[in-house]
């Protein structure tokens, strides 16, 4: 499910993308410039995006309410539209570093934007980002694998079936992050606090509990090296509205590629419930 | 927008009432026992219902998605079916104490049960509920007077507009509880922990901050006497998408009865983020 020459993160290609605005990162992501997100704009609350005609919006929203760990709504749009007040001035159909173009639940195309592909019933979702705790574990003290290495975070499909909604199915999407034990108890503690953005892990340890064979093949993203005592941690991922439009099969979806998300202004402590 | 003859408090007809099982409850409530439901069941997650025709459903969810703090849902129904899973073996048409039946956004009838008011299209909402928090900020040691004093808890229409969300809009509708200084950090402490029954306060002290003039006159529920030096503390409440109704007038609608809940067999910790 991954591309063949897999994008460079945008860390890795820019230092300083810690340091970029969400309004830079949009404006850079609509001129052209692609990659994973993690670590870009410090501070600041990522999304995953996913479009559907308006028919199966009620659908999507009432699988987001029934499965909030993976699929916590930031907003929805009107039909049609593509601002959103969490991002002044945004365009979703062009914001993206990268998108996902689905027919009947096959891929059909990985564009840079989705101008050509937009339709006017479209409702889009924006759904919260694991990336989005990853500033509140890192100030506690987490090293963040994946950053470190450059690489986007390690995503796998899981044996656990989300609970169905109409017409919408599928299994829960996991992101993993090796996490040394003596930072068990921070990163469960500050991504508890998150609930907004799939909140406390859905796992930790042996990933046989989630039916997941081989940590070194993930399903999305980069593998990730860990560290001997490293312990793998499990969040619900927002990939998972993706795995249902695979599973599913609605006639017509756009989504973010897994790990290029949308840039929000809005900040991760917003989020925070204390 | 109260009955002329309030129904009196469970928990002062009975003083038992506060070990009843939820299954227990929802059996007396169909063979016609009545009234507010504060203090029924410890610790049991009580939730205010609103079923709407099933093309009204979409508006509704995304009202709730805007308006997180009001309308928190719990559960959302298949159109037409009367069970859920956060009450087993209950029949949401006859386990309330009390609903309202609404037509154009007007009170026809407030019967004990809706079986004859029943539809095929009807979506049920399930939307947590403040009783839910009383019960830890009662172990908090923080008094909550409205049950001391056998009464349904004061609630207020404010100047403060909902988000709106396709034919539905609205004031948020809140509860207030007099809280005394020495035990406000608790208050807001112990609901904070619990977003998914309206959590944090969304104001405190001066009414008028709401557009409220008199506590002493509730918009629904009963009036509740203060001790001299108690704050005035506000929380979001779940009669707003009954607000909703009043001001957007779908064809059809029911909900229950100010402060008569649906008891379900959920815990409040399951609610709890830490």
């Known amino acids: 499910m991954n591309r063949v020459t897999p994008d460079r993160p945008l860390s890795r290609i820019d230092g300083h993308a810690h340091a970029w605005t969400p309004r830079k990162a949009r404006a850079r992501f609509r001129w052209g410039v692609f990659g994973p997100t993690a670590g870009v704009a410090a501070g600041h609350t990522q999304a995953n995006l996913i479009s559907l005609p308006a028919d199966w919006a009620y659908d999507m929203l009432l699988f987001c309410q ?9 907003d929805v749009t009107d039909a049609g539209s593509w601002t959103t007040p969490l991002a002044e001035g945004a365009d979703l159909r062009t914001d993206l570093p990268r998108y996902r173009v689905w027919e009947n639940g096959e891929l059909v195309a990985e564009p840079t934007d989705v101008v050509a592909y937009w339709r006017d019933d479209l409702v889009s979702f924006l759904i919260g980002c694991s990336f989005t705790f990853e500033w ?14 450059g690489r986007n975070v390690s995503m796998y499909v899981t044996s656990r079936a989300c609970r169905p909604a109409g017409r919408l199915h599928g299994p829960m999407v996991v992101s993993m992050r090796p996490v040394p034990p003596e930072h068990l ?14 909140g406390s892990p859905v796992h930790c340890g042996d990933p046989s509990g989630l039916g997941i064979d081989d940590l070194g093949r993930p399903d999305f993203g980069d593998p990730v090296d860990a560290e001997p005592d490293d312990i793998p941690v499990f969040w619900a991922c927002g ?9 599913s099969r609605p006639p017509f979806a756009i989504t973010h590629a897994p790990g290029q ?14």
């Open 136 to 149: 509140a574990l890192s100030e506690a003290g987490v090293p963040m694998r994946h950053i470190e290495q």
């Open 66 to 74: 029934r499965n909030p760990k993976p699929c916590p709504v930031l």
């Open 239 to 247: 990939v998972t509205p993706q795995a249902a439009v695979m599973a």
């Open 185 to 198: 108890a921070a990163a469960i503690r500050e991504s508890t606090m998150l609930p907004a953005v799939h």
């Open 261 to 274: 998300m949308f840039l929000t202004d809005a900040r991760d402590e917003q989020y925070r419930v204390a």
